[in-house]
């Protein structure tokens, strides 16, 4: 028998990805011809053939048997048809033509898509979604891949993933306008591959009212980014409004996946999704963006994890985030889930580590329902956490909406820097954790804000936050406006002024909180200080232990009730063994004696 005539397929180790974007692990590759299996081989004299259907091993390669790699030869004399097949059997693409000939040896005939799209293919030895058959070149500048990108983008929508593979050094530049992605959009790039736009247009979606200037416009359900760099235009440290890395204005949209991407020098946001349901975000890397790592507006049921964000600066008016849940505070807002642009919903925040935020806030929400601020590290921030009111209608700023049903657990403030080098905060005072809802008209004569209901702060370390004015501007927790707080076993280290505040709250409990040594004394240095508390809060079981050496510093008063009539429905087992005054009461102000059952030691 005379063998057959074959010819290498376009890379040496062929491999193939799932509708995930993943390495198609444990799937299958059926070829066949004219509907019937018809073999390949792992040589080039056509000696030895590969199974049929082909198994694909652990990175999603073609291999024999035993599941190591082996290169892919074609019969030249026929056009073979290529099934994808996942690891339990269920066909993950349509078949695909796949020809050899004198000109390209193996090449890709196109596609449905192809076809109803027009895009022109320019290299057809590469397979449907990969970027160079369009005629990217990963040239650092020297070609413009706009036309190249968005042709493979939209060719291959629902179909096959868009792959970004470099294939030489050098990035892939010349972009200087956004790419729409449709929904059903996969695009994968190569942790090395890297989009530069040299520039962008004021032509994506209105934002905080304002056109941006993205790099990629998210227009639909059921996208998945995964892996490269995207470089905005702009440069690391430079603010240019409304200049965005990757932006999604969903009606609503649904299920988004952003995943091992890392996204800097976009002189706004690294991320903006508002009106996006159930999307994930997840091992990014954000950085020297001029606003904000990521900004989610009215999201519902979102996962922000695993991220790394840092110099997000110099900001908007001074501000800056690492991560914001908010609205569109351009809209009117009722507090309520039913509203248009109603605070974020089921929002999980979730081992970030976010640090050098220097003008702003590491972690934010303005306003929030049933959201999850857990286990992130966060250094070098003005703020570390703050859920705030938001400003309704004939509201001013402070004395909104609060949240509801939120939790703050477990996290790490430090004002350090990672490294342990001093933070670089030049504003007058710290904070690590804020929870407050809107001031209200029983504390402060005229005020229109509402209590936040629900908030729970439980089990956070918190590394020198606070001031030494008195009294002091900054806390380490702050809790205020809260109707049944949960304070609750939280670590306070190196703190100053306030270790927790808590102002205008009803009811709650403050319980098995520790409270070390004072970085820097001050006269008004207190473990917990409560104003205008009411409904008579449960505090119980903190401690004031010095840990250090003997020039450990502790604070003047351990619990301090003070002005508006504070009550304190229940305090006993608090420990304050480092403090010179254990409680404090301001009888002048009109507080209730304490009810101590047993005393305090």
Request: aromatic share 10%.
């Amino acid at each position: 028998m005379t063998s057959p005539t074959l010819q290498l397929s376009p890379t040496p180790i062929q491999f193939f990805l799932g509708n995930d974007g993943r390495p198609c692990a444990g799937g299958t590759l059926l070829t066949q011809v004219g509907g019937l299996n018809y073999p390949t081989y792992e040589d080039s004299g056509g000696t030895i053939p590969l199974p049929n259907p082909i198994p694909l091993n652990s990175r999603g390669e073609v291999s024999n048997a035993t599941g190591l790699s082996r290169q892919l030869f074609l019969d030249q004399s026929v056009a073979y048809t290529f099934t994808l097949f996942d690891s339990d059997g269920k066909q993950i693409s349509q078949p695909a033509t796949v020809s050899t000939g004198t000109g390209y040896g193996t090449y890709y005939p196109p596609t449905a898509g192809e076809v109803n799209t027009g895009v022109t293919i320019v290299n057809p030895q590469y397979p449907p979604g990969w970027v160079q058959r369009y005629g990217a070149v990963a040239d650092s500048g020297i070609t413009d891949n706009w036309s190249a990108f968005q042709a493979a983008i939209g060719a291959n929508a629902g179909q096959y993933p868009v792959v970004v593979t470099p294939m030489q050094d050098g990035y892939f530049g010349g972009f200087t306008q956004p790419l729409s992605v449709p929904g059903d959009s996969t695009i994968i790039l190569d942790a090395s591959a890297e989009l530069r736009w040299a520039s962008t247009s004021a032509t994506g979606p209105v934002y905080l009212g304002a056109l941006t200037s993205p790099g990629l416009i998210l227009g639909g359900d059921n996208i998945t980014i995964r892996g490269g760099i995207l470089s905005g235009p702009s440069g690391p440290g430079v603010y240019t409004s409304n200049e965005v890395g990757i932006i999604g204005m969903g009606n609503p949209n649904s299920v988004l996946r952003i995943e091992d991407v890392e996204i800097r020098w976009w002189g706004s946001d690294g991320i903006v999704l508002e009106f996006w349901n159930n999307w994930v975000v997840r091992d990014c890397i954000l950085h020297d963006n001029g606003y904000a790592g990521m900004h989610a507006l009215s999201c519902v049921i979102g996962l922000f994890q695993g991220n790394e964000v840092y110099n997000i600066e110099p900001g908007t008016n001074g501000n800056a985030y690492g991560f914001s849940g908010t609205f569109d505070s351009n809209f009117t807002q009722t507090g309520t889930r039913d509203d248009p642009h109603h605070f974020c919903i089921g929002i999980t925040v979730r081992d970030n580590f976010i640090h050098d935020i220097s003008p702003w806030v590491g972690i934010d929400f303005h306003g929030a329902f049933d959201c999850v601020i857990e286990s992130n590290q966060v250094y070098n921030c003005w703020t570390g956490v703050q859920i705030g009111s938001a400003a309704g209608a004939g509201m001013t700023e402070g004395q909104g909406y609060g949240a509801e049903n939120c939790i703050v657990a477990f996290n790490q403030v430090n004002t350090q820097q990672y490294d342990g080098t001093p933070g670089t905060q030049t504003a007058p005072e710290t904070y690590g954790i804020t929870v407050n809802g809107g001031v209200t008209s029983d504390v402060v004569a005229g005020a229109t804000g509402e209590r936040a209901t629900g908030m729970r702060i439980i089990g956070n370390v918190i590394n020198g936050c606070g001031n030494t004015a008195s009294p002091p501007t900054g806390f380490s927790i702050q809790a205020s406006y809260l109707e049944n707080p949960i304070i609750q076993g939280n670590l306070i280290r190196n703190w100053m002024g306030y270790g927790i505040y808590s102002q205008g709250c009803i009811a709650g409990i403050y319980s098995g909180n520790v409270f070390t040594f004072v970085q820097a004394s001050s006269p008004s240095d207190t473990c917990i200080y409560l104003t205008h508390i009411n409904s008579g809060p449960l505090v119980t079981c903190n401690q004031h232990r010095l840990i250090g050496d003997s020039s450990s510093t502790g604070a003047h008063y351990g619990i301090a009730a003070y002005g508006g009539g504070a009550t304190i429905g229940m305090m006993y087992l608090n420990d304050m063994a480092g403090v010179t005054s254990h409680v404090y009461v301001d009888p002048a102000a009109g507080n209730a004696p304490f009810s101590i059952t047993p005393p305090t030691t």
